[in-house]
């Protein structure tokens, strides 16, 4: 969630059926509003989130991917959407808005623009079937719901023109129904969570990115010892090399030399580049585990600093947090394997000490909860502000690192 004003931003990823990326929903409150309200994003009308949202710029938020926000009968009518770009933005119905002939009327108004229609959380009545007619989408809210009544719903709201959207799919089971019941969009951190099989071993290429990773993110860690480690990984070395090159397109002589390559960019961005490169290998896996790796790195990291505590220390939490998924094993023998510290140990499989606290802000401000957990020092405009920039951080790396 980052904030501008009073105004409190968080996102949360839409993937698709092969798991890539389709946009982010962006959520939104007042940061007077209280901790317990997490939905309050979606009873505050959008023309204020709008403000901010131009404030911030787009980029800073989600990068190049399409944003979703909800929208209130009268932004629609007031026709607040014409201050957006069709091709950035989708605009989510509320629940709450009726199919009055202005709102219809504004609807199509605004896919006569280009602007993609989604129906949140709906459910079919006399009063809103009519904006079945004018939508592209259809959001449906799988929590606590059987498979039964998901595929109920599919068959109900499913048309040739119209997709389906699942939210708050948590479970590796239920993106499984909703995927066969015809869903083509998800939403929920279903990804986050490990496919454990009983009698599966981990697969042992994985293991050894997994040693790297923690050697290059050694506190003692320096120039030569990351180059020596780099340089057994081949592809890494390689990609790592092009990316020192891309960086100084303006020299004469291009790097040819990874320790010098390696120098220029810095350990901090090599160990970027390569938590990412390496995050991305498993081609089972959504790359957004990995930009999800990165904001939780970099947040904690900033709220290390802030702390005047091992700002290094906490990027490590923040990063080693989405292990559990990316290698279908537990965090308690993931970090058995690893040999860490006692208190790197203890916040990643209990979220207890003081990096404990600083990842259970990173993991809450996903949801869209900037006031809760046991992080008080900071208070809800700090760590709002460590988001905002966490995101713009991970973009940043994320864009540098393309076509490498």
């Given at each position: 969630m980052t904030h501008t004003g009073s105004i409190l931003f968080a996102r949360q990823p839409i993937l698709d059926l092969d798991l890539k990326i389709a946009g982010y929903e962006l959520l939104f409150r007042s940061s007077e509003a209280s901790s317990s309200d997490a939905q309050s994003a979606e009873s505050m009308?959008?023309?204020?989130?709008?403000?901010?949202?131009?404030?911030?710029?787009?980029?800073?938020?989600?990068?190049?991917?399409?944003?979703?926000?909800?929208?209130?009968?009268?932004?629609?009518?007031?026709?607040?959407?014409?201050?957006?770009?069709?091709?950035?933005?989708?605009?989510?119905?509320?629940?709450?808005?009726?199919?009055?002939?202005?709102?219809?009327?504004?609807?199509?108004?605004?896919?006569?623009?280009?602007?993609?229609?989604?129906?949140?959380?709906?459910?079919?009545?006399?009063?809103?079937?009519?904006?079945?007619?004018?939508?592209?989408?259809?959001?449906v809210d799988c929590f606590n719901k059987s498979p039964a009544q998901i595929e109920r719903e599919a068959r109900t709201l499913a048309a040739p023109s119209r997709g389906l959207l699942a939210e708050k799919v948590e479970t590796r089971e239920i993106f499984e129904v909703c995927r066969e019941a015809g869903f083509t969009l998800f939403q929920g951190y279903f990804f986050t969570r490990?496919?454990?099989?009983?009698?599966?071993?981990?697969?042992?290429?994985?293991?050894?990115?997994?040693?790297?990773?923690?050697?290059?993110?050694?506190?003692?860690?320096?120039?030569?010892?990351?180059?020596?480690?780099?340089?057994?990984?081949?592809?890494?070395?390689?990609?790592?090399?092009?990316?020192?090159?891309?960086?100084?397109?303006?020299?004469?002589?291009?790097?040819?030399?990874?320790?010098?390559?390696?120098?220029?960019?810095?350990?901090?961005?090599?160990?970027?580049?390569?938590?990412?490169?390496?995050?991305?290998?498993?081609?089972?896996?959504?790359?957004?585990?990995?930009?999800?790796?990165?904001?939780?790195?970099?947040?904690?990291?900033?709220?290390?600093?802030?702390?005047?505590e091992d700002a290094h220390k906490y990027f490590v939490v923040g990063l080693f947090s989405v292990l559990e998924a990316y290698l279908d094993d537990t965090m308690d023998h993931i970090t058995g394997l690893l040999s860490l510290d006692r208190d790197l140990t203890e916040a990643l499989v209990r979220r207890s000490g003081k990096l404990g606290d600083a990842l259970d802000s990173a993991l809450k401000s996903e949801l869209a909860d900037f006031d809760g957990g046991a992080l008080s020092s900071l208070d809800t405009a700090e760590r709002a502000q460590c988001y905002l920039s966490a995101l713009s951080w991970a973009n940043q790396t994320q864009a540098s690192m393309q076509g490498l």
């Open positions: 009308t959008a023309d204020v989130a709008t403000r901010a949202m131009l404030d911030i710029g787009l980029d800073t938020l989600i990068g190049p991917s399409r944003a979703w926000i909800n929208c209130s009968r009268d932004f629609l009518v007031q026709r607040t959407f014409q201050a957006l770009s069709p091709e950035r933005i989708v605009l989510e119905v509320l629940e709450s808005v009726k199919a009055e002939p202005e709102v219809l009327d504004a609807i199509l108004e605004a896919r006569a623009q280009g602007f993609t229609i989604a129906l949140d959380d709906f459910e079919v009545s006399h009063e809103n079937a009519a904006l079945l007619d004018v939508s592209d989408y259809v959001k490990p496919s454990l099989v009983h009698g599966t071993a981990m697969q042992s290429n994985r293991v050894q990115i997994l040693r790297l990773l923690a050697e290059l993110h050694h506190p003692d860690a320096t120039v030569q010892s990351v180059t020596e480690l780099v340089q057994s990984d081949v592809t890494l070395a390689y990609r790592l090399m092009r990316q020192a090159n891309s960086a100084r397109t303006g020299r004469a002589v291009k790097f040819e030399n990874l320790r010098d390559a390696i120098s220029m960019l810095g350990l901090d961005r090599v160990r970027a580049c390569a938590a990412l490169l390496m995050l991305g290998t498993a081609a089972d896996k959504p790359s957004e585990l990995a930009t999800l790796a990165l904001v939780r790195a970099r947040y904690c990291q900033l709220v290390g600093e802030a702390l005047h």
